[in-house]
């Protein structure tokens, strides 16, 4: 008896360490360039023939495409909401503080158009997905918070749900809790890929998840923003809150306890997955 209950209680930690990571590169033609990305697969994956939702993790700036796997407090959790969840998890690598959009004045950086109408396909069409709006969702960290949010309200038909960490829901530094040296940093790199844009309501520039709110309307994509209260962001995140609740967009929201950290982050996932996954058609 003892010997089987110890069995069923080895049974998950098991079956997690089967799932599979690989590590792809897919070049980009609106960039002339090749990126990398993870692709993780529940164990049932590699000898069987079903297709599977999927699900995009986005890191955050001057992050890599390994992030989550290499960087998170609980060593493996990626391959363990795979095989809990049976889905197929995409971490992709992009560029150190691109937001996921396209530039105006940069050829460089068009990581929106990556994501959409490179990424997405080459996984679609390489793997066994269930290519459809109902079968794939997206979230991330921090800026990848940012990408998750804008690019689920830019392609609504594309996700079905989509969350954020820490997300920059505003790109507008005077709103983040950090010092002149940083602020300025940042606000001269939106400048050079950007120029000129409006940081203030009501009408936010079209770069920033604040600005895209009317996009998420009548849409039937679920949204999960989660903030730590001692975040340097916590501010655009309730800001986006507010907006939210002001447009009546359904959504879920959840302060906390933690900051800007991977403590925080490895905590936040399993909550994404769980709300993620509940929406995620098979």
């Not at 079209?206 to 962001?233: E, H, M, P, R, W």
Request: net charge neutral; proline share 5%.
């Amino acid at each position: 008896m003892k010997s089987l209950l110890l069995a069923l209680l080895l049974l998950p930690s098991l079956l997690f360490a089967q799932a599979k990571v690989d590590t792809i590169s897919v070049f980009s033609p609106s960039m002339k360039k090749t990126l990398k990305a993870a692709i993780t697969f529940p164990s049932s994956y590699e000898n069987g023939k079903s297709s599977y939702p999927v699900i995009y993790l986005l890191h955050g700036g001057s992050g890599a495409f390994s992030d989550w796997h290499q960087k998170v407090t609980e060593k493996g959790i990626v391959n363990q909401l795979a095989e809990e969840h049976q889905v197929l998890i995409v971490t992709p690598g992009v560029g150190p503080a691109s937001y996921y959009y396209d530039s105006p004045l940069l050829d460089s950086v068009r990581y929106e158009t990556y994501m959409i109408q490179e990424l997405i396909p080459f996984v679609d069409k390489n793997y066994r997905t269930l290519a459809q709006k109902e079968s794939r969702a997206i979230t991330g960290l921090s800026m990848g918070g940012h990408g998750a949010i804008t690019l689920a309200a830019k392609h609504p038909t594309l996700f079905i749900a989509a969350g954020s960490m820490s997300g920059v829901m505003n790109i507008d530094t005077d709103l983040w809790k950090v010092g002149e040296e940083f602020r300025n940093l940042r606000k001269q790199g939106q400048k050079e890929m950007l120029g000129a844009i409006n940081y203030q309501g009501p009408v936010f520039s079209s770069y920033t998840a604040v600005g895209l709110v009317d996009q998420l309307k009548n849409q039937k994509i679920s949204v999960l923003i989660d903030c730590g209260v001692d975040d340097f962001l916590i501010e655009t995140n309730r800001q986006m809150h507010s907006l939210l609740m002001e447009n009546k967009i359904p959504h879920e929201y959840i302060e906390r306890p933690g900051a800007h950290t991977w403590n925080y982050w490895t905590d936040a996932l399993p909550v994404q997955f769980f709300f993620l996954t509940k929406s995620l058609k098979r």
